[in-house]
Protein backbone atom coordinates (compact mmCIF):
# COMPACT_ATOMS: atom_id res chain seq x y z
CA UNK A 1 0.00 0.00 0.00
CA UNK A 2 1.12 3.43 -1.12
CA UNK A 3 -0.74 5.26 1.49
CA UNK A 4 -1.38 8.83 0.90
CA UNK A 5 0.25 10.21 -2.07
CA UNK A 6 0.81 13.74 -3.19
CA UNK A 7 1.94 15.36 -6.30
CA UNK A 8 3.91 17.48 -7.27
CA UNK A 9 6.89 17.64 -4.40
CA UNK A 10 8.00 20.84 -5.10
CA UNK A 11 6.61 23.66 -7.34
CA UNK A 12 7.57 26.94 -7.77
CA UNK A 13 4.68 29.49 -9.71
CA UNK A 14 4.44 33.05 -10.22
CA UNK A 15 1.86 35.46 -8.55
CA UNK A 16 -1.43 34.81 -10.87
CA UNK A 17 -0.60 31.85 -11.91
CA UNK A 18 -3.00 28.61 -11.22
CA UNK A 19 -2.23 24.63 -10.82
CA UNK A 20 -3.56 21.36 -8.96
CA UNK A 21 -2.40 19.74 -6.00
CA UNK A 22 -3.46 15.94 -6.45
CA UNK A 23 -3.80 13.61 -3.47
CA UNK A 24 -4.57 10.39 -3.79
CA UNK A 25 -5.18 7.52 -1.37
CA UNK A 26 -5.58 3.60 -1.11
CA UNK A 27 -6.77 3.23 2.22
CA UNK A 28 -10.43 3.30 0.98
CA UNK A 29 -11.15 6.11 3.61
CA UNK A 30 -13.96 7.88 3.60
CA UNK A 31 -12.18 11.77 4.93
CA UNK A 32 -9.59 13.51 3.59
CA UNK A 33 -8.23 17.03 4.30
CA UNK A 34 -6.16 19.88 3.11
CA UNK A 35 -3.74 21.47 5.60
CA UNK A 36 -1.09 24.52 5.18
CA UNK A 37 1.96 24.37 7.40
CA UNK A 38 3.70 27.85 7.91
CA UNK A 39 6.54 28.71 10.69
CA UNK A 40 4.69 29.45 13.90
CA UNK A 41 1.27 28.86 12.19
CA UNK A 42 0.86 25.24 12.73
CA UNK A 43 -1.08 23.28 10.79
CA UNK A 44 -4.21 25.19 9.46
CA UNK A 45 -7.04 23.38 7.97
CA UNK A 46 -8.02 24.83 4.40
CA UNK A 47 -10.92 22.30 3.06
CA UNK A 48 -11.93 18.72 3.49
CA UNK A 49 -14.57 16.05 2.40
CA UNK A 50 -16.06 13.28 4.30
CA UNK A 51 -17.63 11.20 1.51
CA UNK A 52 -17.28 10.97 -2.77
CA UNK A 53 -18.96 14.27 -3.87
CA UNK A 54 -18.42 16.51 -0.80
CA UNK A 55 -16.68 19.19 -0.02
CA UNK A 56 -16.65 21.72 3.00
CA UNK A 57 -14.22 24.73 4.46
CA UNK A 58 -12.13 25.01 6.98
CA UNK A 59 -9.79 27.43 9.00
CA UNK A 60 -8.34 29.21 5.89
CA UNK A 61 -10.32 28.74 2.80
CA UNK A 62 -9.91 31.64 1.00
CA UNK A 63 -8.09 31.67 -2.28
CA UNK A 64 -8.60 27.88 -2.89
CA UNK A 65 -10.86 25.07 -4.19
CA UNK A 66 -11.26 21.66 -4.12
CA UNK A 67 -13.16 18.64 -5.58
CA UNK A 68 -13.27 15.10 -4.66
CA UNK A 69 -14.98 13.20 -7.66
CA UNK A 70 -13.46 9.97 -7.00
CA UNK A 71 -13.23 8.57 -3.55
CA UNK A 72 -9.49 8.07 -3.54
CA UNK A 73 -8.54 11.40 -4.89
CA UNK A 74 -9.07 14.73 -3.51
CA UNK A 75 -7.49 17.72 -5.65
CA UNK A 76 -6.42 21.74 -4.40
CA UNK A 77 -6.61 24.39 -7.10
CA UNK A 78 -5.21 27.68 -6.63
CA UNK A 79 -7.08 29.82 -9.31
CA UNK A 80 -4.67 32.92 -9.16
CA UNK A 81 -1.36 32.21 -6.70
CA UNK A 82 -0.38 34.78 -4.34
CA UNK A 83 2.97 35.64 -2.41
CA UNK A 84 0.82 34.59 0.19
CA UNK A 85 0.22 30.82 -0.42
CA UNK A 86 4.09 30.15 -0.50
CA UNK A 87 3.99 27.15 2.02
CA UNK A 88 3.70 23.40 2.66
CA UNK A 89 0.66 21.72 1.84
CA UNK A 90 -0.22 18.45 3.49
CA UNK A 91 -2.80 15.94 2.49
CA UNK A 92 -4.16 13.15 4.84
CA UNK A 93 -7.53 10.82 5.26
CA UNK A 94 -8.62 8.84 7.47
CA UNK A 95 -11.47 6.44 7.62
CA UNK A 96 -15.58 7.50 9.09
CA UNK A 97 -15.28 4.04 11.52
CA UNK A 98 -13.59 3.02 14.71
CA UNK A 99 -12.59 4.37 17.63
CA UNK A 100 -10.36 6.69 17.10
CA UNK A 101 -9.81 7.64 13.25
CA UNK A 102 -5.95 8.52 13.06
CA UNK A 103 -4.99 10.94 10.27
CA UNK A 104 -2.84 9.47 7.67
CA UNK A 105 -0.46 12.75 6.33
CA UNK A 106 0.89 12.13 2.86
CA UNK A 107 4.93 13.65 2.27
CA UNK A 108 3.86 16.96 1.03
CA UNK A 109 3.97 19.52 -1.57
CA UNK A 110 6.50 22.40 -1.14
CA UNK A 111 4.64 25.71 -3.22
CA UNK A 112 6.67 29.04 -3.65
CA UNK A 113 4.99 31.56 -5.37
CA UNK A 114 6.66 34.67 -6.24
CA UNK B 1 -13.66 28.62 22.11
CA UNK B 2 -10.94 26.19 21.17
CA UNK B 3 -7.39 26.61 22.23
CA UNK B 4 -4.54 24.44 22.69
CA UNK B 5 -1.21 25.72 23.95
CA UNK B 6 2.08 24.00 24.22
CA UNK B 7 5.31 25.00 24.75
CA UNK B 8 7.27 26.41 21.60
CA UNK B 9 10.28 24.89 22.23
CA UNK B 10 12.31 22.59 24.37
CA UNK B 11 15.86 21.12 24.83
CA UNK B 12 17.06 18.24 26.08
CA UNK B 13 19.94 15.39 26.83
CA UNK B 14 20.13 12.68 24.95
CA UNK B 15 19.07 9.46 27.36
CA UNK B 16 17.58 11.51 29.63
CA UNK B 17 14.16 12.36 30.18
CA UNK B 18 11.50 15.08 28.71
CA UNK B 19 7.57 15.59 29.03
CA UNK B 20 6.04 18.32 26.86
CA UNK B 21 2.73 19.35 27.74
CA UNK B 22 -0.58 20.35 26.16
CA UNK B 23 -3.62 22.23 27.73
CA UNK B 24 -7.01 22.23 26.09
CA UNK B 25 -9.66 24.45 26.11
CA UNK B 26 -12.16 22.85 23.49
CA UNK B 27 -16.28 22.38 23.45
CA UNK B 28 -16.41 19.09 23.37
CA UNK B 29 -13.82 16.30 23.49
CA UNK B 30 -13.92 13.00 22.29
CA UNK B 31 -9.66 12.15 22.69
CA UNK B 32 -6.45 13.41 22.22
CA UNK B 33 -3.63 12.68 19.86
CA UNK B 34 0.16 13.42 19.47
CA UNK B 35 1.85 13.46 16.66
CA UNK B 36 5.55 13.60 15.93
CA UNK B 37 7.14 15.69 12.84
CA UNK B 38 10.69 15.79 11.70
CA UNK B 39 11.89 18.91 9.76
CA UNK B 40 10.88 18.63 6.08
CA UNK B 41 8.53 15.56 7.21
CA UNK B 42 4.72 14.70 7.36
CA UNK B 43 3.11 14.30 10.52
CA UNK B 44 3.09 10.91 12.22
CA UNK B 45 1.18 9.33 14.78
CA UNK B 46 2.08 8.31 17.93
CA UNK B 47 -0.88 8.22 20.51
CA UNK B 48 -4.26 8.69 21.34
CA UNK B 49 -5.76 9.06 24.71
CA UNK B 50 -9.12 9.41 25.16
CA UNK B 51 -9.64 7.64 28.87
CA UNK B 52 -7.70 9.45 31.83
CA UNK B 53 -4.40 7.97 32.82
CA UNK B 54 -1.15 7.08 31.19
CA UNK B 55 -0.85 4.73 27.34
CA UNK B 56 2.58 3.46 27.90
CA UNK B 57 4.43 2.80 23.84
CA UNK B 58 7.96 1.61 24.14
CA UNK B 59 9.70 4.69 25.13
CA UNK B 60 7.24 6.97 24.70
CA UNK B 61 4.06 7.10 26.67
CA UNK B 62 0.90 9.95 26.85
CA UNK B 63 -1.50 10.66 29.37
CA UNK B 64 -4.50 12.54 30.08
CA UNK B 65 -6.44 14.06 32.79
CA UNK B 66 -9.93 15.22 31.10
CA UNK B 67 -11.19 17.06 34.22
CA UNK B 68 -8.14 19.10 33.93
CA UNK B 69 -8.02 19.66 30.46
CA UNK B 70 -4.74 18.56 30.32
CA UNK B 71 -1.84 15.61 28.56
CA UNK B 72 1.58 15.43 28.50
CA UNK B 73 4.17 13.29 26.02
CA UNK B 74 6.88 11.31 28.20
CA UNK B 75 9.97 10.35 25.73
CA UNK B 76 12.31 8.44 27.97
CA UNK B 77 15.82 7.45 27.10
CA UNK B 78 15.96 10.37 24.51
CA UNK B 79 18.12 9.85 21.69
CA UNK B 80 19.17 11.61 19.10
CA UNK B 81 16.47 10.74 15.95
CA UNK B 82 13.82 12.04 18.82
CA UNK B 83 14.87 15.88 18.08
CA UNK B 84 11.34 16.85 15.81
CA UNK B 85 8.17 18.61 16.52
CA UNK B 86 5.28 17.01 18.77
CA UNK B 87 2.07 18.05 17.59
CA UNK B 88 -0.81 17.84 20.20
CA UNK B 89 -4.51 17.95 18.70
CA UNK B 90 -7.70 17.50 20.60
CA UNK B 91 -10.53 15.01 18.52
CA UNK B 92 -13.90 16.87 18.92
CA UNK B 93 -16.99 15.45 19.02
CA UNK B 94 -18.11 15.80 15.26
CA UNK B 95 -15.26 13.25 14.56
CA UNK B 96 -14.48 15.10 11.62
CA UNK B 97 -11.74 17.42 12.13
CA UNK B 98 -9.23 17.71 14.20
CA UNK B 99 -7.95 21.01 16.71
CA UNK B 100 -4.27 21.24 16.35
CA UNK B 101 -1.97 23.17 18.95
CA UNK B 102 1.11 24.59 16.91
CA UNK B 103 3.40 22.46 18.31
CA UNK B 104 6.59 21.40 20.65
CA UNK B 105 9.98 21.81 19.06
CA UNK B 106 12.26 19.22 20.55
CA UNK B 107 16.13 19.16 20.56
CA UNK B 108 17.96 16.74 21.62
CA UNK B 109 22.03 17.36 22.26
CA UNK B 110 24.64 14.92 22.85
Not at chain 1, 16 to 21: F, N
Not at chain 2, 58 to 77: A, N, P, T, V
Amino acid sequence: NAGVTQTPKFRVLKTGQSMTLLCAQDMNHEYMYWYRQDPGMGLRLIHYSVGEGTTAKGEVPDGYNVSRLKKQNFLLGLESAAPSQTSVYFCASSSAGGSYNEQFFGPGTRLTVL
Amino acid sequence: GQNIDQPTEMTATEGAIVQINCTYQTSGFNGLFWYQQHAGEAPTFLSYNVLDGLEEKGRFSSFLSRSKGYSYLLLKELQMKDSASYLCAVHPPDNRKLIWGLGTSLAVNP
